[in-house]
């Protein structure tokens, strides 16, 4: 790399103060455009024709050898492959082992030096959208300064088969802003036998991906032969924010049990804008109405958290519904525990302020999610609370003032839950004592 | 360092035109990598498919910069279509680059 310093014969030198260099190098730059730059801190080299070199800034010079010289060779010398991330995610930094694997085409996040890694994330293929999720979530708590260090796996699949590896995210704590440091391990190359009755469906428009873990209480709540029953033949499958899988008057092919998406239920209203009457997340399921006899649904059932769930036949399921007690039973608690929900909705919809019931809608998604940080824009939230999106502006700008969210270009981090439990309506509490609660 | 970089294989409707465009940039000073960031954004939120970049290190061809007449880096500049712009500094205002590569904000939906 040429770093040219200027030559000898055309003071001043660097070494004679960076102000006095900074302002030698400002009168090489001609052009309106070029001068607001270079004012701005905007600019990082100038040319100079005379030494027919770049010559830098001192503030980029000093951030490229603090950053090229000792740093930069030990992160290269490591075996594994290291990136180091700015507060806004993108990847700043990168050792020889990381630039060879994003130079590499194929799945599994390669971020590239000047890429964001939150927007790779966001953007990641269907098949890799949950650990992408997750992955976003972790590295926004350790940028945000809540987690020093985490780890996640990450599995993902290209034309040599299944991989997985470990991703770990440690913060950087500067004087200003939060870096991170991730570093990738290769666990392994991987390639499972496909579990029994878990295929790809043709007509699916949302990926198979592989099952995890079980944590729909539904599900949870059922004897093991019971529970292989219900799902034999069933996929999970991946739910992406903005999908819908019902609208109103549609018959239901499928239901879906969330294991840790959230669905929201919308009531439409001629001459209005959708409205959110309930919510449902890895405590129950979409689709309990065919249960009651209906074949089709009475509400839009639209994706809002990106997640994994179990996706049955609506005959299959029926057949088990009518032949498991148990089934029978924790459906029953669970469609008891909605209906409070939305009949407290209603009300709350009706006589509380937006910023009660803004941190009302934070709390039950926070829960049903797992997690305090998740994606939302405004014109969403508005939807979600029958309001216009100004109301939303001031009430998230109302809870930010209060220190108990946080809330940038659509990414909502919960700082204080139990001031914003506080700052909410009564029927969270309600609805959470009635029973429809998500740690039951 | 000149690299070139394709853009994402993701289908979309709306750009037919390719945009050419060329950055020059210093090594991994900040604004430079703020600029590559920035201006990769901007690419895939409007327009997908339809551009073409290469990536100019002032620090490795410091000639290439001189012979195009670039004065300061991070320095942007469409080739084509006609007419040519150029954009100075770290791309951090979008509607400047957007009117400067002929794209409107309304292309985005």
């Known amino acids: ?77 490591l075996p594994g492959e290291v990136c180091v991330i700015d507060q806004d995610g993108t990847v700043i930094l990168a050792n020889k082992a990381w630039r060879a694997f994003v130079a590499q085409p194929g799945a599994g996040l390669r ?20 650990h992408a999720e997750g992955l976003a979530v972790s590295l926004r708590q350790v940028l945000s300064g809540a987690k020093a260090a985490l780890r ?12 997985a590896c470990t991703l770990t995210i440690a913060a950087l704590p500067g004087k200003g802003a939060v870096h991170a440091v991730v570093t990738r391990e290769r666990t392994g190359k991987r390639n499972p036998p496909i579990p029994r009755g878990l295929v790809r469906s043709g007509r699916s428009r949302m990926a198979t991906v592989a099952p995890t873990s079980i944590s729909n209480h539904l599900l949870v709540a059922l004897l093991p032969a019971q529970y292989a029953r219900l799902t034999k033949g069933a996929e999970t ?49 979409i689709g309990a109405r065919l249960a009651f006899g209906a074949s089709t649904s009475s509400v839009r059932a639209l994706v809002q958290g990106t997640g994994t769930a179990l996706k ?21 608690h669970f469609m008891d525990g909605l209906m409070i929900q939305v009949s ?18 934070l709390l039950m998604t926070a829960e049903r999610m797992a997690s305090g940080s998740f994606h939302l824009t405004q014109a969403f939230l508005a939807d979600m609370l029958g309001v216009r999106r100004v109301g939303v502006t001031t009430a998230a700008s109302a809870l930010q003032r209060r220190k108990l969210i946080r809330y940038r270009r659509g990414d909502i981090t919960i700082l204080d839950q139990h001031g914003l439990e506080a700052a909410s309506c009564s029927c969270y509490q309600y609805v959470r004592v009635m029973g429809l609660t998500t740690t039951q | 360092m000149a690299t070139k970089r394709k853009p994402k294989s993701r289908a979309r409707v709306g750009t ?54 670039v004065l300061v880096t991070p320095s942007l500049t469409k ?3 006609t007419p040519g712009a150029n954009v100075i500094g770290n791309l951090s205002d979008t509607s400047s680059v957007l009117a400067a590569l002929g794209l409107s904000p309304a292309l985005s939906a």
């Open chain 1, 111 to 130: 971020v590239r030096e000047g890429g964001n890694f939150l927007v790779a994330c966001r953007n990641a293929p269907e098949s890799e959208c949950a």
């Open chain 1, 344 to 361: 407290q909705t209603a009300a709350c919809n009706r006589f509380h302020i937006v910023e009660s019931r803004l941190a009302r809608w």
């Open chain 1, 1 to 77: 790399m040429n770093l040219a310093t200027p030559r000898n014969d055309r003071p001043p030198y660097p070494d004679q103060g960076e102000a006095a260099f900074k302002d030698w190098l400002r009168r090489l730059v001609t052009g309106t455009e070029e001068l607001r730059a270079f004012d701005a801190g905007e600019i990082d080299a100038v040319m100079d024709h005379a030494s027919e070199s770049a010559l830098m800034l001192p503030e980029a010079r000093s951030a490229q050898l603090g950053t090229s010289n000792i740093a930069l060779s030990a992160l290269d010398a």
């Open chain 1, 237 to 285: 499958v991946a739910l992406n924010y903005g999908d819908v899988l019902y609208e109103p008057g549609e018959q239901m092919h499928h239901v879906y049990f969330p294991d840790n998406s959230l669905v929201s239920l919308l009531t439409l209203v001629e001459g209005h804008r959708a409205l959110e009457v309930g919510l449902v997340g890895r405590e129950g399921m």
């Open chain 2, 79 to 81: 080739l084509s279509p």
């Open chain 1, 312 to 332: 049955i036949k609506s005959t299959h399921f029926l057949r088990e519904f009518h032949r498991n007690p148990n089934l029978q039973r924790v459906l029953l």
């Open chain 2, 16 to 69: 037919t035109t390719v945009v050419t465009m060329r950055l020059y940039v210093a090594g991994r000073a900040p604004n430079s990598v703020k600029a590559i960031a920035n201006l990769e954004a901007i690419c895939s939120q409007y327009l997908q498919d339809g551009y073409k970049l290469e990536i100019v290190d002032v620090c490795e061809h410091p000639r290439r910069a001189l012979d195009d007449g």
């Open chain 1, 152 to 163: 996640r796996q990450y599995a993902y699949r290209d034309i040599e088969g299944s991989h």
